[in-house]
């Protein structure tokens, strides 16, 4: 994983979603200004949300701090927590400007992408050899 690329994704993900929003104002995309959720609906989403914090953002954020001196593991943790930051970001500017719906498309494309991530990255690991699938054990007999 490189700059170049995560920067091209970026840069893809934005034009689309700007195009989406677009299309989306102008009325030519049957996609609602709105979601209208249940009240067990939004229960769902709020769990689904914290369960996403704690996988998506706590875990790799503390994995990077516990591998910052490993050069590898911190561009692979680095580059995640990165891209997931301009989706947070991407998310409370574009849902601002357009509408909640497209929270959807982004919270897809950037999912996608970051599954993506992740599979390069463990396939780049295991080539040069980097800690990886021992790693509970090691963190659990406090050899890291």
């Known amino acids: ?5 995560i920067l091209s994704f970026i840069v893809s993900a ?8 677009w299309l989306m ?3 030519l995309l049957p996609i609602q200004a709105a ?6 609906e939004r229960s769902f989403v709020q769990i689904w949300l914290q369960v996403a914090i704690v996988i998506g953002l706590l875990l790799p954020g503390i994995a990077f701090l516990v591998w910052i001196r490993h050069p590898n593991l911190r561009a692979v943790f680095g ?6 930051a301009i989706q947070i970001v991407s998310e409370q500017i574009f849902s601002r400007v357009f509408s ?3 929270l959807v ?10 599954v993506w991530q992740l599979w390069q990255s463990q396939h780049f690991l295991r080539s040069i050899g980097a800690p990886s699938g021992k790693v509970g054990d090691r963190l659990a007999h406090g050899l890291l």
């Open 1 to 5: 994983m490189t700059w170049k690329t």
């Open 14 to 21: 934005t034009v689309l979603t700007l195009m989406i929003g």
């Open 25 to 27: 104002v102008a009325n």
């Open 35 to 40: 979601i209208d959720y249940s009240e067990a």
């Open 79 to 84: 580059f995640y927590l990165l891209v997931l």
């Open 100 to 102: 909640s719906s497209i």
């Open 105 to 114: 498309i982004i919270g897809t494309l950037y999912t996608a992408f970051r």
